[in-house]
């Protein structure tokens, strides 16, 4: 019973292109999103979020969008630099909760 | 500031042992979650704990783990008797107070591989 959904396993970027993560959930309790980046044998870092009173956050390169009619987020990171390379994870959460996981989406920026 | 930290951060058991892993929450964190990774899927939550009492632990899979938070300080995760499928990667999280604050500071995991 995933509530939490990544249905792309891996993206491929050209480097100053503009990379699109997207995340789909189904409990309509969930009221706030985060968006965390993994490197490899380290933990989630937090890299952005959202309430769903909100449809837009912006953080320098990084915007994530919340459509709450869609059951729907993504992630926009512009330009997208070969450090951006890394596994993102997409979390949902009824506030005072835990985190509810996709399972990742691993981005590749290539020079 | 000093980030979560865990330990160990590797640790390979035969089925059958025990195996007790420990986490240490940033400073004034009141909240800590454990959470899991078994390969290919996602991270799942297994407790929460508000200071030293448990908030949820409806994540825990079974009677074999026993979560612990003496004082509200560290924590710590025991898995006895370990299994095959208890391997994984095991993250602990920390975020400060109140309760409703949302966004939480990962440690870097350890590995847990049970033979």
């Known amino acids: 019973d995933q509530q939490v959904k990544q249905n792309s396993p891996s993206l491929s970027v050209q480097e100053g292109r503009i990379s699109i993560l997207n995340c789909d959930y189904t409990n309509s309790m969930f009221d706030y999103f985060l968006w965390y980046k993994k490197y490899p044998a380290e933990g989630p870092t937090f890299l952005i979020s959202?309430?769903?009173?909100?449809d837009k956050n912006e953080d320098g390169r990084f915007t994530v969008f919340l459509n709450k009619s869609a059951k729907h987020l993504s992630l926009h990171i512009v330009p997208s630099q070969p450090g951006d390379s890394a596994v993102y994870f997409c979390?949902?959460?009824?506030?005072?909760?835990?985190?509810?996981f996709g399972k990742g989406t691993s981005l590749l920026v290539t020079p | 500031e000093a980030g979560v930290t865990q330990f160990p951060s590797h640790s390979v058991i035969e089925k059958g042992q025990t195996v007790t892993l420990r986490c240490d929450p940033i400073s004034g964190h009141d909240n800590l979650y454990w959470y899991r990774r078994v390969m290919g899927k996602e991270i799942k939550f297994l407790l929460h704990f508000v200071k030293e009492s448990k908030q949820d632990e409806s994540g825990m899979p079974n009677n074999r783990f026993l979560a612990e938070r003496t004082g509200g300080t560290y924590s710590t995760l025991k898995v006895q008797p370990a299994e095959l499928e208890d391997s994984g990667v095991y993250f602990c999280?920390?975020?400060?107070?109140?309760?409703?604050?949302?966004?939480?500071?990962f440690g870097p995991g350890t590995r847990l591989t049970v033979l």
């Open positions: 959202i309430s769903s009173i909100k």
């Open positions: 979390a949902a959460s009824v506030t005072g909760y835990a985190l509810n």
């Open positions: 999280a920390s975020s400060p107070p109140p309760r409703s604050y949302n966004e939480q500071f």
